[in-house]
């Protein structure tokens, strides 16, 4: 009974291979890490895929942002082009920031769109351009409309300045009215005219053979603005031929700027109040007819009278 109880070594009855456990086991782990490679794989395929579609997407934005800026750009020289003003000093400096614009606009189309920190820099530098422009664009508007306000000025002070002219010459053209006014006014006039013939006895008479002077008298009328003081009276006497009668020796005054020959002449005292003046003109021989006699002073005629000798 108990030989009948005893294992037997090396035999198989009980059908456990430790060998077939080990093989099983490492296939198992194989499997394992195949399957987790092929998923690291796989995710690592998909974040590339992914960086690679995000990095493409980044470049079109960047592209679409470089297209843009550069629109801008070409937007922003057009504006610029559009400004001028009549201020020298501020179209150099309008010129100036032209060549900006233009060097920017030429630096953006040299960059590649995938340098993001260029076209970032790009844009802040548009933005300031941007800025700038605003500035001038306030300035000349400053200016044009001070230039307005001054051009109104002008022609107001131009306007006021022909209505002055205009009023003074107005004023001028009475002022000389008047003043031609008053010194016709201040012209002594005269009145009365009367001329008879003297003969040697000093009395009257219209015998021409008897006559050896002729007597003209007349009246210098009242003028309060006449000048006063002494004055001369001419007067011209013209014989019946109309020949003027003079002494032997010819004497001139000058009436308004015209010089005549006078015949006789008589000094006067003038006051404003009316005077009479008589004036003797002697001659050798007077004959049958008509005389005429004017008088005058320095400013004008006084008068003219007429006398018949038989």
Known sequence: MEETNKPVVGGTASGWNPQNNDQNDKNKIL????IVLAAVAVVLAAVFVYVWIDRQKMIDDLTIDKENLTSQLI??????SLLSSDNDSLNVQLDREREKVDQL??????????NRSKIRQYEKELGTLRSIMKHYIFQIDSLNTLNIALRKDAELARAEAAKSAERYQELSKTTDEYAKLVEQGSEIKGRGIN?????????????SSRIKKLRTCLSLIENSIAPKGPMRVYIR???????L???????IFEMNGEQLVYSESREVDYQGAEVEVCIYFASEQFTKGVYTVEA????????????LLR
Do not use: C, F, H, W
Request: net charge negative.
């Open 75 to 80: 937007e922003l020289q057009g504006e610029y």
């Open 105 to 114: 606009l030429e630096r953006i189309k040299q960059t590649d769109a995938a």
């Open 245 to 251: 009668m003079t002494s032997d020796q010819q004497r």
């Open 195 to 207: 001329i008879v013939g003297i003969n040697a006895s000093n009395k009257e008479t219209d015998r």
């Open 296 to 307: 005058y002073t320095s400013s004008g005629l006084l008068g003219t009278g007429d006398i």
């Open 31 to 34: 499997k394992i890490t195949t």
């Open 237 to 243: 006497v013209k014989g019946p031929d109309g020949i």
